[in-house]
């Protein structure tokens, strides 16, 4: 069993910037891709971000160089740095992490969301 928690969500003007932390803990095999999504009010939810174990990263087409994504695993910790936000960035924030436990199984987890609010 894994546990995902999401932390550093807040109201930010625009233009400002915030910076998103996730920590796995709990029971861990291993860890493959982590990743962000959001879902906005009356909207599906997107990726935002993933990375790989081996650092490897891609983004939705919406970010256009604003986020980074990285992680460190010595931490068990992925994090969103988010610059220029907007108002269509503000949305509720989920951490996604792959836990694999053997070759061929996975399991996903979720954690339970952070409120990102762009507003003056």
């Known amino acids: 069993q894994v546990q995902v928690v999401e932390s550093g969500g807040g109201l930010v003007q625009p233009g400002g910037s915030l910076r998103l932390s996730c920590a796995a803990s709990?029971?861990?095999?291993?860890?493959?891709?982590m990743a962000w999504y959001r879902q906005a009010q009356g909207k599906a939810r997107e990726l935002v971000a993933v990375?790989?174990?081996?650092?490897?990263?891609d983004y939705g087409d919406f970010v256009k160089g604003r986020f980074a994504i990285s992680r460190d695993n010595d931490k068990n910790t992925v994090y969103l740095q988010m610059n220029k936000l907007q108002p269509e960035d503000t949305a509720v924030y989920y951490c996604?992490?792959?836990?694999?436990?053997?070759?061929?199984?996975?399991?996903?987890?979720w954690g339970q969301g952070t409120q990102v609010t762009v507003s003056s």
């Open positions: 996604n992490v792959v836990e694999i436990v053997v070759a061929g199984l996975d399991l996903d987890y």
């Open positions: 709990g029971s861990i095999f291993s860890i493959g891709n």
């Open positions: 990375i790989t174990s081996g650092g490897i990263t």
